[in-house]
């Protein structure tokens, strides 16, 4: 049960409680309760399982609070805790699972104030909080979700203006219904009295502002103490350095990030320091734009540096992807995703400061018949997923979406487990809903999607087919090659060729599981590949037939490319 993923056990009349040993099956992803009798509280353990994105407990009589525990389950993507007996109020730290799209506390017994740190949900699309007993406004911060599409918080005591928020603004008069006293310019809403708030909010005004003096107080004598400290350090540093004459020597036991945001002139001088002025012995690979170097730091803190090449007057040739790949990572915070500690922008040397992983890009172990070989099917399905993740996420819960242009093998690094990350954003592009995304073609040939050659347009649906690309890849050791053409030309014999003769050899033919994994993960492909992008399936719904644990509609052995190529069209 250790390794179970995926637990569905709805409408099957169940009582009692929640167990609490649910919180040790650290690897499942779906946990679905809804529609029993179960009754208790929610185990606070739940948060333990920090790879979970979907939990429905709806229409249960569960009691108790919501824990707060729940925020570390941050690759939560839908949260249904409706039609139970659920009390109190609704914790501020579920703001803090960043890439929730769905949350549904609808019909339970919640009462107080909606805390504004619901605001930092995002990505957040579908908001459903009625019938409850909610009380005061609707936080001023829910203004910053953009991506909110359907919004229900009728039939509790709300008061006060609605956001200035599409979702609220095109919401039908029965998600705001039976409220104490919401206003705004809708439909069956009163329209707001600005007077009428400010006498109410001034009713209120002496008391706060006397909490407002004495904080302010408290505040500036803490902060000129802090103030002071840190003068009487820095003036103890700067002695240190003038006495032993040498920076770099009193930088090795400061921690990395420390010096990333506390001193640029140290953090230059100490990736300068590690790599020995960029030497080629510490040469790990070429981006798209710039050669890598590993950089030992103190600690025992490994990064990887890529330097943006310059011309012989030391100047930067070109600071476009530069600039575009800060602009892309500066903000994106996910597990398939290379980090990015920092950048530097100096005269001499322009570089950025990714995450380290040391077994390299897959296409360099693909290369290797002794790596590859010990790249089972378990790992490289993992790969597949992981990478479909990380384009789901860039795709559909970036804001605004980002589009990588140049996904290849060479771009997906692997860390000590095998986990795949995406990297190399140079060529990234943001799909802004108020600027043209007409751009020159980027990419790497054998990837880049075919349309590119008529229409300098980029979609997402671009790096849907140079994943298809890779998955093949992955799955055959080495670049399909011609087999994404003629795998689609009706007169080619390839296209009858059986799939057990493109897998890669190196490896023994998959068995048990992995059988129905491998033609899951083949006939997805295919279909990233189709030369219409409209054909195409999106990220979201490659992820989606990922995590579907599917019985095989076809035999392993005997089935061709040309089945799983029409396979792959009636599943979209």
């Known amino acids: 049960m250790a390794q179970l993923q995926f637990l569905d056990l709805s409408a099957n009349n169940l009582s009692g409680k929640i167990p609490r ?3 040790s099956l650290k690897l499942l992803l779906d946990l679905i309760l809804n529609d029993n009798g179960i009754t208790g ?44 007996k659920i009390e109190r109020s609704i914790p501020s730290e579920i703001g803090d699972v960043r890439f929730l799209r769905v949350l549904d506390l609808s019909q339970n017994l919640l009462t107080g104030r909606i805390p504004p740190n619901l605001g930092k949900l995002r990505v957040l699309e579908t908001l459903n909080i009625s019938h409850n007993g909610l009380s005061g406004s609707i936080p001023h911060s829910f203004v910053d979700l953009w991506a909110l599409i359907s919004v229900d918080v009728s039939y509790n005591d709300l008061e006060g203006p609605l956001p200035n928020v599409k979702a609220f603004k095109e919401a039908p008069f029965e998600a705001i219904q039976h409220n104490k006293g919401l206003c705004g310019n809708e439909a069956g809403l009163q329209i707001c009295n600005i007077s009428t708030m400010r006498k109410k909010h001034n009713q209120h005004g002496g008391a706060r502002i006397l909490s407002i003096s004495i904080l302010s107080f408290l505040g500036f004598l803490i902060l000129s103490s802090f103030l002071i400290v840190l003068i009487i350090i820095n003036c103890h540093r700067t002695k240190i350095i003038k006495r032993e004459g040498n920076v770099l020597t009193k930088t090795n036991d400061l921690d990395f990030l420390h010096i990333l945001s506390f001193d640029g002139k140290i953090f230059y001088e100490r990736i300068v320091e590690a790599t020995e002025g960029f030497s080629s012995k510490y040469y790990l690979g070429e981006g798209a734009y710039g050669v890598v170097y590993k950089a030992d730091l103190s600690a025992g803190k490994t990064v990887a540096v890529k330097k943006i090449p310059s011309s012989q007057q030391d100047e930067i040739v070109n600071i476009v992807p530069f600039e575009r790949e ?5 903000n994106i915070r996910h597990r398939n995703i290379v980090k990015l500690y920092g950048f530097c ?19 360099t172990i693909l290369n290797d018949n ?51 990350h995406v990297s190399d954003f140079g060529t990234a592009r943001l799909l802004r809903s108020d600027s043209t995304n007409w751009t ?56 009858q060729t059986p799939l057990k003769d493109v897998l890669d050899q190196r490896l023994s033919p998959p068995t048990n ?48 490319l040309q089945q799983l190529r029409d ?3 009636r599943n979209f």
């Open 41 to 84: 509280d929610i185990p606070h353990k739940i948060g333990f399982l920090s790879r979970l994105e979907y939990l429905n407990l709806g229409s249960n009589n569960l009691s108790g609070a919501i824990p707060p525990q729940l925020n570390l389950c941050t690759n939560l993507l839908s949260l249904n805790l409706s039609q139970n």
């Open 513 to 560: 599981w992995h059988v129905q994994n491998v033609i899951s993960v083949a006939a997805l492909a295919l279909a990233c590949l189709r030369t219409n992008p409209q054909r195409r399936p999106t990220m979201t719904q490659v992820l989606q037939e990922l995590r579907v644990q599917a019985p095989p509609v076809l035999p392993f052995f005997g089935v061709t």
């Open 345 to 363: 922008s100096h005269a001499k040397h322009c570089f950025l400061v990714y995450e380290y992983f040391e077994r390299g890009s897959l296409r």
């Open 567 to 569: 396979l792959d069209g």
């Open 440 to 495: 020159a073609t980027a990419g790497t040939i054998g990837y880049i999607a075919p349309e590119l050659a008529y229409t300098n347009i980029p979609t997402e649906k671009c790096d849907v087919y140079s994943f298809g690309v890779v998955v093949l890849e992955i799955i055959m050791g080495k670049h399909p090659g011609d087999y994404v053409s003629l795998v689609f030309s009706s007169t080619q014999s390839e296209s």
């Open 370 to 420: 002794d790596k590859a070989s010990k790249l089972g099917w378990d790992k490289r399905i993992s790969m597949v997923r992981a990478v479909a993740d990380a384009l789901s996420y860039m795709h559909h819960d970036c804001f605004p979406p980002l589009i990588h242009r140049d996904l290849t093998s060479n771009n997906i690094l692997l860390d000590a487990d095998f986990e795949a």
């Open 326 to 330: 800060i602009e892309a990572l500066q």
């Open 21 to 23: 040993e649910l919180g």
